[in-house]
């Protein structure tokens, strides 16, 4: 029996996602999420269970209402990249869900990294 897309999806993340807990060693977690129409990403301490720092398109200070493209994730990238370092945060994991690294999630990533956050 074939398997539906949303089923392939979450298998992926849950690969993704103990992955990340097998060799975290205390690091946070940088976790992406992308709909039809926004993106959006957290710093989460899975430690204590806290996001420390989170940007996405909703927000209207960066301009991006309601688009979910390659512009917009690069400045959502920049957006979480500049707030880790006002929490002092510099290194963390990326989390990228179920998604595929492509398109949009590589330019959050590319974005993040360039303004200073290290994975």
Do not use: P, W
Request: proline residues 0%; hydrophobic residues 45%; contains cysteine.
């Amino acid at each position: 029996m074939a398997n539906t897309k949303r089923e392939l999806f979450l298998k992926r993340r849950l690969r993704v996602r103990n992955k990340l807990k097998a060799s975290a060693n205390g690091r946070l977690r940088l976790s992406v999420h992308r709909s039809s129409k926004n993106i959006s990403v957290q710093l989460i301490d899975d430690a204590s269970g806290v996001t420390l720092a989170a940007a996405s398109t909703l927000e209207k200070g960066l301009g991006f209402v309601g688009k979910n493209n390659v512009e917009a994730s690069a400045a959502v990238g920049r957006a979480i990249a500049e707030r880790a370092k006002a929490a002092g945060i510099e290194a963390c994991y990326f989390d990228r869900g179920g998604f595929l690294f492509h398109g949009k999630i590589k330019a959050l990533a590319d974005a993040a990294r360039e303004g200073g956050l290290k994975f």
